[in-house]
């Protein structure tokens, strides 16, 4: 019996470590960690965890209105995810008008269908930001493109079978100053068009907004509301102390009760389940140090982490 016990654990765990066609969702209060691109390096000089995955940009195609050097193309994409090989992936794909006109007319259907082969082709889960920020005035999405253009990425991609995607709905919870702000309800594409609310935050404290700053106050709770009545999970796409340590210069202790704190309560405190810190803060061994005692917490869910915890329905 006891030998039966021990093979019968050995299979679960083989199962949960396979990759699946429907990518992981993990159990409630339970939070995936993503590294970005850019941060991926410092990580292990760092003696941080592995993370669960890798963030990073790109886009459809070079559009010449709106430059991204830093961007990674379609040929770019297909190398490199040739290169990391079996490692979850969070893609935020950043869109213009334009290119949102071009998905409107089937005129990207070649990039559409190119990114599919590259997605099918890879042997992992990928979360899918499909626009960037898409209520931030500051990108003058024309929502109705944006819905529009979500949804037929969307069904050109189920045209192409491709099952290992979530379409992440990527939009910011801060409330503008100068501009009308563009309400949640007018570019949503739809229960059927998406898999997670993504979030950036940057932001947080009312003092984090200084008079002449284009944002005014945050939102974050009416992210999470829309998120929870349209019971979808949260994924915090982007989160990152740049701005606070601009205007501020908080370092140490100061910054880590300032923003780390407030930041992860709203982690605990809402559907949180998967979240990218951008590290501007590896220069800060009190910082690093929290955060390396942070992440040693069981809620959060590593490369390495016990795959019994992640089929433990009690959590």
Not at 192 to 206: E, F, K, T
Request: glycine share 2%; with cysteine.
């Amino acid at each position: 019996m006891k030998y039966l016990y021990f093979l019968t654990i050995a299979v679960v765990t083989l199962l949960a470590c396979q990759p699946s066609d429907k990518p992981f969702v993990p159990p409630k209060n339970d939070t995936l960690t993503f590294v970005h691109q850019y941060d991926y390096i410092d990580h292990p000089q760092q003696n941080l965890p592995d993370p669960y995955g890798i963030a990073f940009y790109a886009s459809l195609y070079q559009d010449v209105r709106f430059p991204i050097s830093k961007d990674k193309n379609i040929k770019e994409l297909d190398v490199l995810l040739d290169a990391l090989g079996n490692v979850p992936l969070l893609i935020m794909l950043r869109l213009t008008n334009h290119q949102l006109q071009d998905i409107n007319q089937s005129q990207a259907d070649a990039e559409l269908d190119s990114l599919a082969e590259i997605f099918n082709d890879y042997n992992n889960d990928i979360y899918l930001g499909v626009g960037f920020e898409v209520n931030n005035p500051r990108y003058m999405f024309v929502s109705s493109l944006y819905t529009k253009a979500h949804r037929y990425l969307v069904e050109r991609f189920r045209q192409n079978n491709v099952n290992n995607v979530s379409y992440v709905w990527h939009v910011i919870g801060m409330e503008p100053r100068w501009e009308e702000p563009i309400t949640l309800e007018s570019c949503y594409p739809g229960d059927d068009y998406v898999d997670w609310v993504g979030l950036s935050m940057h932001n947080i404290l009312p003092h984090h907004y200084p008079d002449d700053t284009f944002f005014k106050k945050s939102s974050y709770d009416k992210v999470s509301a829309f998120a929870s009545d349209h019971n979808l999970p949260i994924m915090m796409c982007e989160a990152s102390t740049r701005s606070v340590k601009n205007n501020f210069s908080y370092r140490g202790d100061s910054l880590w009760v300032d923003w780390y704190e407030p930041f992860l309560d709203f982690v605990d405190n809402n559907d949180v389940r998967a979240m990218c810190h951008i590290f501007y803060s590896f220069e800060d061994d009190f910082i690093v140090n929290r955060w390396r005692k942070e992440m040693q917490k069981e809620k959060y869910i590593h490369a390495r982490s016990e795959p019994f915890k992640l089929l433990n329905e009690e959590r």
